[in-house]
């Protein structure tokens, strides 16, 4: 499944804005900082939870690990201790049963590897 979404004009005002930020060396360093901060929390949160068996971690590009799982107990029980955070999403299509965690601060991660580390399954 695909969506496709056409290009949309912005005014010259929101252009001229943009434009400004982007040649703020402050903006651009903050943004900089930024993402490589979330980097460090996925790719920490991704090495913790790769090797376990019971599903399979997909590391995006971008802020965010989907976990893969084969067996709908597992999914059912591994969404059930995170769903109450924010940036979880669960989801189920062609079968195929993920959960989406959306990472944010470091503080957020050791939560989630918390609860993931009571998992009984």
Do not use: C
């Amino acid at each position: 499944r695909s969506t496709l979404i056409p290009p949309h004009s912005i005014s010259s005002s929101s252009a001229n804005l943009l434009i400004d930020l982007l040649n703020d060396k402050k903006v651009i360093e903050l943004f900089s900082n930024t993402r490589n901060y979330m980097s460090k929390n996925r790719d920490a949160l991704y090495d913790y939870l790769k090797n376990d068996t019971r599903f399979e971690v997909r590391r995006s590009n971008a802020n965010f690990l989907s976990i893969k799982f084969s067996s709908k107990e597992t999914w059912e029980k591994f969404y059930d201790i995170l769903k109450g955070l924010p940036g979880i999403q669960k989801f189920e299509i062609d079968g195929v049963m993920f959960v989406k965690i959306w990472i944010s601060d470091s503080r957020f991660s050791n939560i989630v590897l918390t609860r993931i580390n009571g998992l009984k399954v």
